[in-house]
């Protein structure tokens, strides 16, 4: 005969009241020693149902220790878990270095890795104070004559120059525009290490060294990358949208007298994003009190007979 589980629990419960004359009865069906059993295993399960512990396990960790984890991780490559658990205990964070190793298995990450090579965009934060990019931007003047504008734009302060817009870049003239910039960083007391650009053919050899003899080491993009210098070609979609593609050029002294005034614009009225609304070579002017807004006075400037607005307070 085959007893179910409540059949068993039934027993198992009637064990206590049962006299001992009864419990010889009870050798028909199964032996004494099975009912003690299924008894135990009936007091097993109301304890795991009484005693069981309403969250079992460690506690979760708190999410903006798993964020701040993470961003020390995406900030510091070469970190390992260990490295992390000891920034965290310096920041008064007390976890166990096992919980980081889990965070960072968890997301995919390798705890103790091989991270210390520096990658592109950490290249560019890292030395931003100390990074020029250069690039030519191709233009058609009216008579149809193709005219390329070379400029170079510093990382950390966004500031524009633009060197020529010859309509035949030769290795002479941009041999000469190279020395023409060494010194104007020079004049500037600007401290560059680094020139990132293209590819281009344009460039001579020449030119290069020039930079080297300087100190600025020039670093090459690669093939068809162009968020490798995503700076520079920021500056050529701003200075296609805002001048070449509003403004009909006549020839090249047209275009230099245009590319003039639009760097004068860029550098010292432009707001800038990356500057906190500030540009290059100008600063972010102190709020207006409550009693000048409600009087303002607002002069406008025109730059290239009206292609380019200024404003500015006339109080």
């Known amino acids: 005969m085959k007893f179910t589980a409540e059949d068993r629990a039934f027993l198992a419960a009637l064990l206590a009241p049962l006299a001992r004359q009864s419990l010889r009865r009870l050798r028909l069906l199964v032996r004494p020693d099975t009912v003690l059993h299924w008894h135990l295993e009936l007091i097993k399960r109301h304890h795991a149902r009484t005693c069981r512990p309403k969250k079992p396990g460690r506690p979760p960790t708190v999410p903006s220790i798993r964020t701040l984890v993470l961003r020390l991780v995406r900030e510091n490559p070469s970190w390992g878990y260990r490295r992390v658990h000891g920034e965290l205990t310096t920041l008064g964070v007390q976890i166990d270095a096992s919980t980081v190793w889990e965070i960072l298995t968890s997301e995919g990450l390798a705890p103790a890795p091989d991270r210390a090579a520096t990658t592109w965009a950490d290249f560019l934060r890292s030395q931003a104070d100390t990074l020029l990019a250069c690039d030519f931007i191709e233009t058609v003047t009216l008579t149809g004559r193709r005219q390329y504008i070379l400029t170079v734009v510093e990382h950390a302060t966004r500031?524009?120059?633009?060197?020529?817009?010859?309509?035949?870049?030769?290795?002479?003239?941009?041999?000469?525009?190279?020395?023409?910039?060494?010194?104007?960083?020079?004049?500037?007391?600007?401290?560059?290490?680094?020139?990132?650009?293209?590819?281009?053919?344009?460039?001579?050899?020449?030119?290069?060294?020039?930079?080297?003899?300087?100190?600025?080491?020039?670093?090459?993009?690669?093939?068809?990358?162009?968020?490798?210098?995503?700076?520079?070609?920021?500056?050529?979609?701003?200075?296609?949208?805002?001048?070449?593609?509003?403004?009909?050029?006549?020839?090249?002294?047209?275009?230099?007298?245009?590319?003039?005034?639009?760097?004068?614009?860029?550098?010292?009225?432009?707001?800038?994003?990356?500057?906190?609304?500030?540009?290059?070579?100008?600063?972010?002017?102190?709020?207006l009190n409550p009693a000048q807004i409600t009087r303002l006075k607002v002069r406008r400037r025109e730059r290239l007979g009206g292609v380019l607005h200024e404003y500015q307070d006339a109080a």
């Open 159 to 287: 500031r524009v120059r633009i060197l020529g817009t010859p309509a035949h870049p030769t290795a002479a003239w941009l041999t000469q525009a190279a020395r023409n910039l060494v010194m104007d960083l020079s004049d500037a007391n600007t401290a560059v290490q680094y020139l990132i650009r293209d590819r281009d053919a344009k460039y001579p050899d020449l030119f290069d060294e020039i930079l080297a003899d300087a100190g600025i080491q020039v670093m090459l993009t690669g093939v068809r990358i162009p968020r490798m210098n995503a700076i520079m070609e920021r500056w050529v979609q701003t200075c296609r949208h805002e001048l070449l593609d509003r403004t009909l050029i006549r020839n090249e002294r047209h275009l230099r007298h245009a590319l003039r005034q639009f760097e004068l614009h860029y550098n010292t009225h432009r707001p800038h994003q990356a500057l906190q609304k500030a540009a290059p070579q100008r600063t972010v002017p102190e709020p």
